[in-house]
């Protein structure tokens, strides 16, 4: 079965500073790879997704995302983190063959001033 | 375009009782999702359904049921509501399903009391 690692529950980040967020995914083949954000009370908007190809990905309000194969991670990136980037983000994968999504518990990302 | 719209944002209901949940998808998707989200359970897979047809089912009771209409809006329902069942209920629509991405509506947001 497939299973998505977000090993950290809470990051914290001074506003500006640089942001990663790790992702891991269990799952034999190259599944479909997504990140969602989630503000408080909202559903989930998506940020990218990866299917196959460039392993750098960008996505929308200045993300990206590095699929790397040897080391099964998905990880979340930006350069320069503002206060209304605060939010629950949630790595997804999805097999070719299966249409049911694979959510990780999601890390809450606290930005401060 | 319109996104995903859910109706009703908020419910209060009593133990007991049963509960409908309506959602929109955006206009060509023909995959609808849904999800129950609680803080120690985190996103939860309930079912989906597919040019009218539920193709995917998650682990949850026969409680909770849902289905499709020709327009591909959907509605979800739950029956002898419970306390647990208090939860943000998301509805996702895809063009074909989870290898696309999901758009996600606001949520109901659904109190047992």
């Known amino acids: 079965a497939q299973s998505v690692t977000q090993p950290d529950i809470h990051i914290t980040v001074s506003e500006g500073a640089s942001l990663e967020l790790r992702c891991n995914y269990s799952?034999?083949?190259?599944?479909?790879l997504f990140w969602y954000v989630q503000s408080p009370g909202q559903g989930l908007q998506l940020l990218l997704k990866?299917?196959?190809?460039?392993?750098l990905v960008q996505g929308i309000k200045g993300f990206e995302a590095e699929f790397k194969r040897s080391q099964s991670s998905f990880n979340l990136r930006k350069p320069s983190v503002h206060w209304s980037d605060a939010a629950e983000y949630f790595c997804v994968s999805a097999s070719g063959g299966s249409y049911i999504p694979t959510f990780g518990r999601g890390t809450s990302l606290i930005v401060h001033p | 375009k319109a996104g995903v719209t859910q109706t009703p944002r908020y419910l209060i209901k009593t133990r007991g009782q049963q509960v409908t949940l309506s959602c929109s998808p955006i206009?060509?998707?023909?995959?609808v999702s849904w999800y129950q989200q609680t803080p120690g359970q985190g996103l939860q897979f309930l079912f989906e359904y597919f040019s009218e047809t539920q193709r995917n089912k998650g682990n949850f009771p026969g409680r909770f049921s849902g289905r499709q209409f020709s327009n591909s809006r959907s509605e979800m329902n739950v029956s002898t509501l419970e306390l647990g069942d208090s939860a943000l209920y998301l509805c996702?629509?895809?063009?074909?399903?989870?290898?696309?991405?999901?758009?996600f509506g606001s949520g109901t947001r659904l109190t047992v009391v």
């Open positions: 996702a629509s895809s063009l074909e399903g989870a290898n696309y991405g999901y758009t």
């Open positions: 799952y034999g083949a190259t599944p479909y």
């Open positions: 206009s060509g998707h023909r995959s």
């Open positions: 990866y299917f196959s190809g460039d392993t």
